[in-house]
């Protein structure tokens, strides 16, 4: 669907995060959107931060994001598995994707649990 082919992934993109920074800062900072990176630079920067793994926790957590969840489910931990070459993230405590339901249930023992 690109007219000139992978040609496309040269063009640049104003970046959100600094390149190869991972310092968190917020959208109204000086610093967000002050740099670019060609989108292949983007592509290569995401598959090498998943293959060594990083941890974080989102983005606004807490009871204005999920009332349901404990602090531990907004920490999110992405590691690879070299055996299988999967990767794997989250926790017992963390949905997992926006799709995902965190219980609300004292009555059926699923509060605060994902469902």
Same mark, same amino acid.
């Given at each position: 669907?690109?007219?000139?082919?992978?040609?496309?992934?040269? &063009?640049? @993109?104003?970046?959100?995060? #600094?390149?190869?920074?991972?310092?968190? $800062?917020?959208?109204?900072?000086?610093? /967000?959107?002050?740099?670019?990176?060609?989108? &292949?630079? @983007?592509?290569?920067?995401? #598959?090498?931060?998943?293959?060594?793994? $990083?941890?974080?926790?989102?983005?606004? /957590?807490?009871?204005?994001?999920?009332?349901?969840?404990?602090?531990?489910?907004?920490?999110?931990?992405?590691?690879?598995?070299?055996?299988?070459?999967?990767?794997?993230?989250?926790?017992?405590?963390?949905?997992?994707?926006?799709?995902?339901?965190?219980?609300?249930?004292?009555?059926?023992?699923?509060?605060?649990?994902?469902?």
């Amino acid at each position: 669907m690109a007219p000139d082919g992978h040609k496309i992934l040269q &063009e640049k @993109v104003k970046r959100r995060f #600094l390149p190869g920074d991972d310092t968190w $800062f917020p959208v109204d900072d000086p610093r /967000a959107y002050s740099k670019e990176s060609t989108i &292949e630079e @983007v592509i290569q920067e995401a #598959l090498q931060a998943h293959a060594l793994g $990083f941890n974080y926790k989102e983005a606004n /957590a807490g009871p204005n994001l999920d009332m349901q969840m404990k602090d531990e489910g907004f920490w999110v931990n992405v590691q690879p598995s070299w055996e299988t070459g999967f990767i794997s993230g989250g926790n017992l405590w963390n949905c997992g994707t926006w799709m995902d339901k965190m219980g609300e249930s004292d009555k059926s023992g699923s509060k605060g649990y994902p469902g």
